[in-house]
């Protein structure tokens, strides 16, 4: 292997081993979060010498004021076994009515006042001041806002109230120290399962809430690192290796040019680290960039996970199976695989050859580094386009017949049209509603600041008699101002241009035919 690319991939690892250490500590934090049950016990702050006395003290007397009393002084027993070198402790207070409860405490720089309204229909008002917001996901029951430290307490006790009364729901009466505590355990417990169901998505949420726009960039590395090892949150040991998983460190990217007739030009960039060569595919129609992707993806799992490492003879023909088509492909509908039933062999042919004429991304690291180059076995005499494609086909991919990019707009209003030929049917099951694992999803075009339409999925709350699809923002457009990840959206049904059912599981389930055809023509490259 060329010693550029061991350098280069080498440094490459080190820093995927550096975002695979933060993403695991993150996930040991979130599960410490949801694994932990307070075990309150009385002391004395006396006993506590180093105290901010004046903290305590001083929001005692200012939550007596507003007719909060306190209760007592309690440490967590289970988080001094945790963390002995954090001595601290947390005063209650309640108020006279037992309608509002008060919890605040100490720890390093932080202080934290927290007011906690239980209501009668089961939700839970808390208005928190403090430095520093937890970005963890609650559970919707859970009614919470943060202020920040400058807020005086009478003030916060002011806008607790007023939350509670716009609850519009009768709070519950808490009767002294042990029906609080019994109270605050319940919360915790009825938090912690919620965060339970949700696993390792719960740092999702949270690098979402706390990164905003920068989660792209230094979010989403720690998630693909956290979503490639679930046994750092279940404890269990990784399972032995499945043909539909393929080998678990392998990232791969695909680079990708395209040449003056519209036919496209692939590269790996991720082989090297397994000491093997890049792939490459040259002349791809506009229209296989998924097809390509789709089987340079199989043949790199089959090299890494079966062709010993060193040297591969020029002119290696492979044969491939479904068994060699990996779950992890994004160029696959998994929900819908096999996409297609299309029996045959499945064979190609590893070539060794130069990038080429063109300078490359991968030519930083040599002048013209052998790649191997994917193509049909010896003998083989037909058109290579129809290759790629009976390939696919026969690995379970529906690839569709070569078509030059012009085609595009054509092919997607296809899509689309079949879509909403099918709107009506997929009203009806959202109706009947869908099966607890999977979410509709519609594709409504946002009018961006250049003119043109910005496609964007909207996860679907309700679908309302009159038409109108209410749901949640899945993404943050690119081109559309005033518009982020999560907001409410109404979309007039009319509108939608395309549907899916979505599985946090198994991904695209049905429909989402569009972005199948955004694949086809690299429009996401």
């Known amino acids: 292997m060329n010693g550029d690319f061991a350098s280069a991939f080498q440094e490459l690892m080190q820093i995927q081993k550096k975002i695979d250490d933060s993403a695991r500590r993150l996930v040991e934090g979130a599960k410490v979060l949801v694994t932990h049950r307070a075990e309150y016990q009385p002391v004395r702050a006396d006993d506590y010498p180093d105290r901010d006395a004046a903290y305590y003290d001083g929001t005692a007397t200012d939550l007596a004021a507003a007719g909060v009393r306190v209760i007592g002084d309690f440490a967590d027993a289970a988080f001094d076994r945790r963390h002995p070198d954090k001595r601290t402790f947390t005063r209650f207070g309640l108020a006279a009515d037992g309608s509002i409860a008060a919890n605040w405490f100490v720890l390093g720089p932080s202080r934290s006042l927290t007011l906690q309204t239980w209501l009668e229909d089961g939700r839970t008002v808390l208005t928190i001041r403090s430095a520093v917001e937890s970005t963890y996901p609650r559970p919707p029951e859970t ?44 919360h915790e417990e009825a938090t912690a399962r919620f965060r339970e169901r949700l696993g390792s998505g719960i740092v999702e949420q949270s690098l979402r809430k706390k990164l905003g726009d920068r989660y792209v960039a230094k979010g989403e590395p720690l998630v693909a690192a956290i979503n490639a090892h679930p046994e750092w949150w279940t404890g269990e040991a990784p399972a032995p290796a499945d043909p539909l998983q393929g080998p678990r460190m392998l990232r791969v990217k695909f680079l990708a040019s395209r040449e003056k007739d519209g036919s496209l030009h692939f590269t790996t960039f991720g082989l090297m680290m397994h000491m093997l060569p890049e792939l490459q595919m040259k002349r791809v129609a506009a229209n296989h960039c998924r097809a390509a992707r789709f089987l340079m993806g199989v043949v790199t799992l089959k090299l890494a996970g079966e062709i010993p490492h060193g040297p591969i003879a020029s002119g290696l023909e492979l044969a491939l199976t479904r068994d060699d088509v990996t779950a992890a492909s994004p160029f696959i509908s998994f929900g819908q695989y096999p996409e297609v039933e299309e029996p045959g062999p499945v064979a190609i042919r590893l070539v060794l050859e130069g990038f080429g004429q063109k300078r490359g991304f991968l030519s930083m690291f040599r002048t013209d580094p052998e790649l191997l180059h994917l193509v049909p076995p010896a003998g083989y005499a037909s058109d290579k386009d129809e290759w790629l494609r009976q390939m696919c086909r026969r690995l379970g991919q529906d690839a569709p017949a070569s078509l030059p990019r012009e085609r595009l707009h054509e092919a997607m209003a296809a899509a689309s049209r079949k879509a909403r030929e099918t709107l009506a049917a997929v009203r009806a099951r959202f109706a009947r509603g869908l099966p607890h694992d999977q979410v509709l999803l519609v ?18 709350g309700e679908w309302h008699n009159g038409g109108a699809v209410s749901g949640t923002l899945e993404s943050t457009p690119r081109d559309v101002d005033g518009l982020k990840r999560g907001q409410d959206m109404q979309v007039p049904e009319g509108d939608v241009f395309d549907w899916a059912m979505f599985s946090k599981q198994r991904g695209v389930v049905e429909g989402g035919g569009t972005d199948v055809v955004a694949q086809e023509f690299g429009v996401d490259l």
């Open 143 to 186: 009614l919470a806002q943060h202020v920040g430290p400058d807020m005086t307490t009478a003030e916060l006790i002011a806008l607790h109230r007023r939350r509670v009364a716009e609850a519009r729901s009768v709070p519950r009466t808490i009767h002294g120290q042990d029906h609080l505590l019994a109270a605050y355990a319940a």
């Open 443 to 460: 594709k409504v075009g946002l009018a961006t600041k250049r003119g043109d339409d910005e496609y964007a999925w909207v996860r679907v």
